[in-house]
């Protein structure tokens, strides 16, 4: 699904390289939930954006699906980020003045879905995340953990072939946020595949391989029974 073969990147500050990945190898299999785990500074945005197909390494090989990746113009990229990939963010980045349900369906409107399908498979998508009854709210109606479920059933709807969650209960409280890791729990037991970046333990613990980053060296990969 995804390998990354010797990624580097390297940020020319003044006459100093700042290595945020420093060669990093990685395979991650389908339907695997996998949480990169690393302090602050330590390259897990970095590591997100280069997987997500937001920005590319300054040297190295990533091929998603089997293909290379860092080959590809932006147009292209952006295509592969449309269709491939569904992104969480710790800020919902919902829209305020759309209902739950039309902020689930609009990348399927840039889809070029039509519209009785598009409601069909919106509606759908915020059944898997408990929201059924939520359907016409808009964000300021929904609490903290409500608005992350839309986030995460808009990141579904597309049917993405990767789910990549970045520090996705950072503004939540504690039970808002075990709620939101029972989600993703449901998902990798449906056949999703997972990829969670946090800097704290106790959410990579829901993950079932945990990757552990640090100067941007993978110094940890191990399997959760
Ligand atoms: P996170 O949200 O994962 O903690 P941040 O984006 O806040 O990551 O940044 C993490 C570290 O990277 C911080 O130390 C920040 O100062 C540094 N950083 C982020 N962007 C830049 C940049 N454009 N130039 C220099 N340092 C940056
Ligand atoms: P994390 O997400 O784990 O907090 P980042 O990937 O944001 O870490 O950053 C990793 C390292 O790369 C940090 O030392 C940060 O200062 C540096 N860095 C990140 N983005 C930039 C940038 N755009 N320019 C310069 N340095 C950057």
Redesign the pocket.
């Given at each position: 699904m995804i390998e990354l073969y010797e990624i580097y990147?390297v940020?020319?500050?003044g006459n100093e390289d700042?290595?945020?990945?420093n060669n990093v190898t990685l395979k991650i299999l389908k339907n695997e939930f996998v949480a990169i785990l690393?302090?602050?500074?330590?390259?897990?945005?970095?590591?997100?954006?280069i997987i997500g197909c937001l920005d590319t390494p300054t040297s190295g090989t990533y091929l998603l699906e089997g293909k290379e990746v860092n080959k590809l113009s932006d147009n292209q990229l952006a295509e592969i980020r449309n269709s491939k990939i569904g992104f969480i963010f710790q800020q919902f980045n919902l829209i305020p003045q759309l209902t739950a349900l039309e902020n689930v369906e609009l990348p399927l409107i840039y889809k070029g879905v039509k519209k009785s399908e598009r409601h069909k498979l919106a509606k759908e998508a915020l059944e898997k995340v408990g929201l059924s009854n939520r359907l016409n709210h808009r964000p300021k109606q929904l609490s903290g953990g409500q608005q992350q479920r839309v986030a995460i059933a808009r990141a579904l709807v597309t049917n993405p072939s990767v789910i990549l969650a970045?520090e996705p209960t950072g503004n939540l409280d504690s039970k808002s946020g075990s709620e939101i890791m029972q989600i993703f729990e449901q998902l990798y037991n449906q056949g999703c595949t997972i990829v969670l970046?946090t800097?704290d333990i106790s959410i990579a613990s829901y993950a079932k391989r945990i990757i552990k980053?640090h100067?941007?060296k993978i110094v940890e990969d191990y399997k959760i029974a």
């Open positions: 990147k940020y020319k500050m700042v290595y945020a990945l690393g302090p602050s500074g330590s390259g897990k945005s970095t590591l997100m954006n970045d970046i800097h980053i100067d941007g």
